[in-house]
């Protein structure tokens, strides 16, 4: 609603009053000069638009949100609840005259005394729980439109199972772990607790961050003024921040996943220059997916090599193919014809691109070769690790997953960062190179018996293909594909 209310000087003065800023305050939270903000509370001057949108910001970010009655500050309630199939941050923003609805909501949970907020972070989905839920639904739901969704997650539990109420998610992989441990348990009772076997030594080396990409995600939308993390400038500097920067191309089915932290030129150059790369070596794998992305046929993509065509048409793949051989197995061949050309290393610097745009912000001083390469001097005579893929049986995802490991401590042999990218069952798991962390290039590093010792869980999928992706030259693609039959 605030961004439809045009913002106007008195906006301005009755904002700072509420939060009982100067104009030097809020000039320092918007990166704007004190003059631009004092010549539009005179009315002598109007900002140019990135620097109003900046002061928009800083206010909203501060808890000002812009009403058709004027600026008001909304209190807030975080909640994570934590069930047996994941979790989920529900916050209640309420101004003062909304304080009842809210303390309801905390009412069927715990219990309030003045300021005090009590919850109690085990909880069962009782059927009475559920029926408070639904009177809740009833009463606050016009106003409060999160209970819909509440009802919604605790409707879907058995009656009996029990959930978490955690005032927020978190913040460390091992801390995530325990209290899943602790839900199945609870919900489990006589079953023995799992040990440390597969991923103990991992996360007591490495914070895990896995994005969400079912739903709109948008890495370093509440940091002011925005940086862009690939040429370090901001708004002042004369970047513009107007385009959605995906951190996951649209083409490999992600339109959730989203930066603030990218500038439009920058997305421009990763949009032109290293992601086509990507996409085309992912070309068969997003066929046989049935990968949605933008454009014709549902967006699924329509592949030519040559005169031959692959396409999804939503139930099945359709092959047009000039040379097709069958043998005494049953076995079919298709050779195709040339198609698209990428550039080998611009894949890896694709890939490793999307782990910095999501990587921790205190990481960044690390990075800044890394930074430099993947945005500024991509052709380079270092050596780079190679990539491992393998096709993985994990259930079905229709989003791209990201999943990035950071080292928590210096180690000699384990890589600072190592990143997992996931389309279907196909992933790719890729050192992040040029670390000021890393102690040596990392070539080798997947053989190397510390990290086997440490991501134990890579060796269930069996078998790893290593990819050299360090040529400089573009490639064409002539992909031979082999169906056998199913085997009874």
């Known amino acids: 609603m605030s ?47 990135n620097n109003l949108s900046a002061t928009r910001r800083a206010f909203e970010v501060a808890g000002v949100t812009f009403t058709p009655t004027g600026p008001t500050i909304y209190s807030e ?11 989920t941050e529900m916050r209640f923003r309420y ?41 809740l639904v009833e009463r606050h739901g016009g106003a409060v439109p999160q209970l819909n969704k509440l009802k919604q997650i605790i409707g879907r539990l058995a009656d009996g199972e029990y959930f978490l109420l955690l005032p927020a998610q978190p913040e460390t992989s091992a801390g995530r772990l325990e209290v899943e441990r602790f839900l199945h348990g609870l919900n489990h009772p006589d079953e023995k607790p799992e040990g440390d076997e597969l991923f103990g030594v991992l996360l007591t080396h490495y914070d895990i961050a896995n994005p969400r990409t079912d739903r709109l995600t948008v890495i370093g939308k509440d940091l002011l003024p925005r940086r862009c993390r690939f040429c370090n400038r901001t708004s002042a500097d004369g970047a513009t921040f107007k385009k959605a920067a995906h951190v996951i191309p649209t083409a490999l089915g992600n339109d959730h996943l989203k ?31 049935g990968t949605q992305g933008r454009g014709k046929v549902d967006g699924r993509p329509k592949l030519w090599f040559g005169e031959d065509v692959l396409v999804h048409d939503g139930s099945k793949v359709n092959i047009t193919a000039q040379t097709v051989r069958h043998d005494p197995s049953g076995a079919l061949t298709v050779e195709l014809g040339k198609g698209a050309s990428l550039t080998p290393s611009a894949v890896y610097r694709a890939l490793t691109k999307m782990v910095l745009s999501v990587v921790a912000d205190d990481q960044l001083p690390f990075l800044k070769e890394t930074i430099n390469w993947v945005r500024h001097t991509p052709n380079t005579d270092r050596l780079l690790p ?21 080292r928590r401590a210096p ?51 069996g078998r790893w293909d290593h990819q050299d992706l360090s040529r400089q030259s573009k490639v064409s693609m002539t992909p031979r594909l082999k169906f056998v039959p199913k085997t009874k």
């Open 411 to 461: 180690h000699p042999r384990l890589p600072h960062i190592v990143g997992e990218f996931r389309l279907g069952c196909y992933m790719y798991v890729f050192a992040v190179p040029f670390s000021q962390q890393d102690e040596w290039d990392l070539v080798g590093y997947f053989d190397e018996e510390d990290f086997q010792a440490t991501f134990k869980h890579y060796a269930l999928a």
């Open 386 to 406: 190679k990539v491992a893929t393998a096709v993985v049986f994990l259930p079905p995802d229709p989003s791209a997953q990201l999943t990035v490991y950071t």
């Open 259 to 289: 930066s603030a932290q990218e500038c439009d030129d920058c997305n421009e150059y990763f949009g032109c220059d290293t992601e086509p790369s990507l996409i085309a070596m992912l070309d068969i794998q997003r066929v046989f997916l």
């Open 3 to 49: 961004a439809e209310i045009e913002l106007g000087a008195d906006d301005v003065r009755a904002a700072r009053a509420l939060l009982q800023w100067s104009q030097a305050d809020l000039a320092k939270a918007a990166g704007v000069g004190v003059s631009t903000i004092a010549d539009f509370e005179k009315g002598t001057r109007t900002p140019i638009a």
């Open 77 to 87: 309630l975080s909640l994570y609840i934590l069930t047996q199939t994941g979790g």
């Open 95 to 135: 101004a003062a005259e909304g304080a009842t609805a809210v303390q309801d909501v905390v009412s069927v949970f715990g219990t309030t005394d003045g300021n005090t907020i009590e919850l109690d972070a085990v909880q069962s989905a009782s059927p009475a729980l559920k029926g408070s839920i639904d009177k």
